[in-house]
């Protein structure tokens, strides 16, 4: 048992640190009003920012994005936990990075697609050159995701596509959809499910903007009709896009902004030293303290169960109802961040950003609404302890 | 970074796990709970043969030579059995005191007794104001007398002190200046004239006690770390008991989320397991996060004290996250066992009173965040 970290990753962290903060535009992280924990204000997903855009592929020069890929694909075959310290520093300071093309679609490429697929899209993907959303629910499917309507039909070489997607986090400033369509009608639901990429400039879709509790255009409605995708845009298998799918979403959940939990604690705490009431600092009212140490102690249990889950993956172990409690315990921690904040903060909690008085931006009051995307994105929190006690206590389904 | 046991660890855990198994079924944990004893002497000995007393003192004081990690392994296992009886006392608690503190001569013969079972020990610390941090608080007095120490005072909530044969008592030899400077442990012969002792029955049946001393003579002799040094000695051998506490709490956590989904499992209602309810399902998984949690957060402070490290913060994180984690895992797991677990007959008692026990000893989750915030600088 240890719990330091080795000379090559301090070393790494160090650089990783001294480069973001290099090559980002100063205050990069005081502007953001990212929250972390919550997708409802990932800068990525509501405009294209030529300064992020410049970062992103400065990362991408160094193999970055990537940095977990093999070799052979533009990745740094670096290890989970060097991944990891990436992606603590990276949230730490807020900065753009990784999105879904580099984290979800490249590896469910690398692990599922063809050799063919891999040549097409890889390459593309670590140079940061295309960017991907997420087709996957639709107004009739979002836990129950099997339960999909939209239709893949077969015309020659080609898929004619029609129906809906909803809560399209990003499909207004990315180049392709990565989607399910259901593609045999005549199955069990999650059995006739294919995954396919779709060109956003095909003819037929449609996207209209939504807007999110916090005020932000960050999700959208995706109508597709009569879109015609050639057959070699299918990953894999046709009929087989739910289990990749599956196997993609347990490391969707391995991404988990621990260090933007700690910088914004920092943030919060040192406005607590600085904010005074009566000649007294507020950090100095013992139920304050005694907040601001609960908030940090959970902090700390995110931290380990982040560390943990990239530790089993270097050594061959699957975390797949860890990733399951990561991702409760951080989108949990997440809620209980803003709120301490707000009610620590009192009135002032409740100014929203660019309001006279706001204190840090209106931050803590943007992720008080922001939050609530957490817990019930990428897998509610029940859905994720529905999967911890099944798949990981083995206890029986629910339908008896 | 590493967060596996070692080989020796694992087989420490697996071989603790399977006696405890077999030697301390819940009847027997139920018997002895409510004796005053509260231990069986023939597998006090049995442990001790098993060389568990010794483990982690060095070679050369005739324990095992493990690490305070080690220790911890061990303490888990007892943790997920139950196992009434003073070996908290007497290893962590008076073992690590001498270890820390006594003289060679103290060492050689009180922890080679120790370890080989021979010896049982009790730490008379608390006393009514129940303050853990605070050296003012010790009111209890050891006067210089004729060439002996005379201890006069009250302590309370003493763990072990009714089976000890000897108490380790923290007492104040200074009058002026910083409370602090002025604290000295002495060494007790617990059939010592003027020592009355009188066991209190607790919610975990753990055998906490009142000590009277009324002009208690000791050699001076019995002096353990010098004149006047004693309160950093045993705030280092707090921080010790407290991840060691932990310890036994993630047993005690895991021990109640296993019973409670195999439980979940085989009890059918409405003609379906329980187990496959949203509910019970819900709060199964809610227990994963609290067991494994504290796991981590424990481990991370047992490794650091056992390699030397400082680690005030994580001390203080671990009894804070863990403490409130046992409770909440064991109110989950009496929600999920309905009406059956409101029996002494049922085993799930028996953590449920040792999850607050755990939580309050050594301080609550509101002193250790004060603590918490403190390292943090705010």
């Not at chain 1, 290890?79 to 469910?108: C, D, K, W």
């Not at chain 1, 957490?374 to 509610?380: E, Q, R």
Request: hydrophobic letters at 40%; charged letters at 25%; proline letters at 4%.
């Amino acid at each position: 048992m240890d719990f330091r970290f080795n000379s090559q990753e301090e070393a790494f962290r160090q650089e990783v640190d001294d480069f973001i903060k290099r090559e980002l535009p100063t205050n990069w992280a005081e502007e953001s009003h990212y929250w972390p924990g919550g997708y409802g204000t990932i800068p990525d997903f509501e405009e294209l920012n030529p300064a992020a855009e410049r970062f992103r592929h400065r990362l991408a020069d160094k193999g970055w994005l990537t940095l977990a890929w093999p070799r052979e694909y533009g990745g740094a075959g670096r290890s989970n936990i060097e991944q990891a310290i990436f992606n603590e520093r990276m949230s730490y300071h807020r900065a753009p990075g990784p999105g879904v093309a580099t984290l979800i679609s490249g590896p469910t490429i690398l692990l599922f697609g063809s050799d063919e697929a891999k040549r097409e899209w890889l390459p593309k993907i670590a140079r940061a050159d295309i960017r991907f959303w997420l087709a996957y629910s639709e107004p009739n499917a979002g836990s129950d995701l099997a339960a999909i309507k939209t239709r893949a039909v077969e015309d020659g070489d080609d898929l004619i596509i029609d129906g809906q997607k909803t809560w399209s986090s990003g499909a207004h400033v990315s180049d392709f959809a990565w989607m399910l369509v259901r593609t045999d009608p005549n199955v069990a639901a999650h059995r006739g499910i294919s995954l396919v990429i779709v060109d956003n400039r095909s003819k037929g879709i449609t996207i209209r903007p939504m807007i999110n509790i916090c005020g932000f255009h960050s999700f959208n409605e995706v109508f597709f009709d009569n879109v015609r995708i050639p057959k070699r845009n299918i990953i894999g298998e046709q009929n087989r896009g739910w289990y990749y799918v599956m196997a993609a979403l347990d490391f969707e959940r391995l991404v988990v902004p621990v260090g933007g939990f700690k910088r914004t604690f920092e943030e919060l705490a040192q406005w607590a030293r600085e904010t005074k009431r009566d000649g007294k600092a507020l950090s100095d009212e013992p139920l304050i303290r005694d907040k601001l140490a609960d908030l940090a102690i959970d902090i700390e249990v995110a931290y380990m169960f982040f560390w943990q889950t990239a530790w089993m993956l270097d050594k061959g172990l699957v975390p797949n109802i860890e990733a399951s409690v990561l991702k409760l315990v951080a989108t949990q921690l997440s809620r209980k961040l803003a709120n301490t904040a707000v009610d620590v903060m009192g009135p002032y909690g409740e100014l929203e950003s660019g309001a006279e008085w706001a204190p840090l931006k209106g931050r803590m009051c943007t992720g008080y609404l922001d939050c609530i995307s957490g817990l019930v994105g990428a897998g509610t929190s029940e859905i994720q302890r529905s999967i911890i006690a099944i798949r990981g206590l083995g206890l029986p389904y629910t339908s008896g | 970074m590493d967060f596996g046991l070692s080989e020796e660890q694992e087989m420490l855990k697996t071989s603790a796990r399977d006696f405890l198994q077999k030697e301390y079924p819940k009847k027997l944990v139920r018997q002895l709970d409510e004796s005053d004893e509260g231990y069986s002497p023939e597998l006090w000995r049995k442990m001790a043969e098993l060389g568990w007393m010794g483990l982690p003192f060095p070679e050369k004081y005739g324990g095992g030579g493990g690490s305070f990690l080690d220790l911890v392994v061990l303490l888990e296992a007892m943790g997920y059995n139950v196992v009434p009886g003073p070996f908290f006392s007497t290893v962590v608690l008076g073992g690590m005191t001498i270890l820390a503190a006594g003289n060679e001569g103290q060492k050689k013969s009180l922890l080679s007794e120790v370890a080989s079972g021979k010896l049982i020990f009790s730490l008379a610390l608390t006393e009514p104001s129940v303050k853990y941090d605070d050296a003012a608080s010790v009111k209890t007095t050891a006067t210089a007398r004729d060439g002996k120490y005379v201890i006069n005072g009250t302590k309370l909530f003493v763990l072990d002190a009714n089976v000890a044969d000897y108490l380790l008592c923290v007492a104040k030899t200074k009058a002026t200046g910083k409370p602090e400077n002025g604290i000295t442990i002495f060494l007790v012969d617990s059939k010592t004239l003027g020592i009355k002792c009188t066991l209190l029955k607790t919610l975990a049946r753990d055998k906490q006690c009142e000590v009277l001393f009324d002009n208690v003579a000791v050699p001076k002799e019995n002096m353990v770390g010098g004149l006047n040094r004693g309160w950093q000695i045993i705030q280092d051998v707090l921080q010790k008991a407290i991840v060691a506490k932990c310890a036994e709490m993630v047993g005690g956590a895991q021990a109640a989320l296993d019973m409670a989904v195999a439980y979940a499992k085989e009890r059918v209602q409405f003609n379906r397991p329980i187990g496959s309810f949203q509910a019970i399902q819900h709060y199964c998984a809610n227990m994963v996060s609290d067991v494994d949690g504290s796991r981590f957060v424990t481990y991370k402070a047992a490794w650091k004290v056992s390699e030397g490290l400082p680690a005030t913060m994580d001390v203080a994180i671990a009894k804070a996250w863990t403490g409130a984690a046992y409770s909440r895992v064991t109110l989950l797991a009496h929600q999920i066992f309905g009406a059956v677990g409101f029996t002494m007959d049922h085993d799930l008692h028996l953590y449920y009173r040792r999850a607050k026990a755990g939580e309050i000893m050594f301080g609550d989750g509101a002193f250790q965040r004060a603590i918490v915030a403190h390292e943090l600088g705010l």
